[in-house]
């Protein structure tokens, strides 16, 4: 079974810091990696997903997450945080031997970007 | 856009209650699913859908049924409410086709759900 930890549950940060948010998954084969936010009130979104190729991923508003292998880890990246940040953070995961797709999710990462 | 709605934004029922959560989308996907979201345990899978009345167990489906009986509407139901259910439940989809690598899950706005 697949399984994802994230480490931070809550981060409060300044604008303008750099932000790295923890993850790492248990899975032995080949993986899809997926960070997905939710900012307040709003639906949960796509922010980046790793699926082949070049392991350093980039997504939308600045973001990016690198995908290293012999660590097991997907840690995503912001070189400047704005307010508008402030959001929760998913890292998932689906794993080649799921034929449905189905998703494992960490417990998510409040951010507080205070402005 | 891809669009996913569900029924209702917040419901409150009694326990022993049955409760019906509906999902719908408008873009022809195949696969359909449900999680339920709670504080530190991020989203878990209850059950899935890849095709019309076909269904799969999640990782958390005891307590729960669904039901998909079109292509675009995927019913999660709780049979007979308990406290321990409440949560907030949040329907997606995707493309599918059996399963395709590196595929995006679109996910609607949720529905709170408190069961007193």
């Known amino acids: 079974a697949q399984s994802v930890s994230q480490h931070n549950h809550h981060v409060i940060l300044s604008e303008a810091a750099s932000l790295e948010l923890g993850c790492n998954y248990s899975?032995?084969?080949?993986?899809?990696l997926f960070w997905y936010v939710q900012y307040p009130g709003q639906h949960l979104q796509l922010l980046l997903k790793y699926f082949s190729g070049d392991p350093l991923v980039k997504g939308i508003k600045g973001f990016e997450a690198e995908f290293i292998k012999s660590k097991f880890s997907f840690n995503l990246r912001k070189p400047s945080v704005q307010w508008s940040d402030t959001a929760e953070y998913f890292c998932?995961?689906?794993?080649?031997?799921?034929?449905?797709?189905?998703?494992?999710f960490g417990g998510g990462t409040r951010l507080m970007v205070k402005p | 856009d891809v669009k996913v709605t569900q029924s209702s934004r917040y419901l409150v029922k009694r326990t022993g209650e049955k409760v019906f959560l509906e999902c719908v989308q408008d873009?022809?996907?195949?696969?359909m699913f449900w999680y339920r979201q709670d504080p530190g345990l991020g989203l878990r899978l209850i059950y899935f859908s890849y095709d019309v009345k076909m269904k799969e167990k999640g990782d958390i489906p005891e307590g729960y049924s669904v039901s998909r009986e079109k292509k675009e509407r995927f019913s999660l139901i709780l049979e007979s409410a308990s406290t321990n259910q409440t949560s907030m439940y949040l329907c997606a989809s995707s493309l599918g086709a059996s399963g395709r690598w590196g595929e995006t899950q679109y996910f609607g706005p949720g529905t709170r759900l408190l069961v007193l």
């Open positions: 899975y032995g084969g080949t993986v899809n």
């Open positions: 998932a995961v689906r794993g080649n031997n799921n034929a449905g797709n189905m998703l494992t």
């Open positions: 873009m022809d996907h195949e696969n």
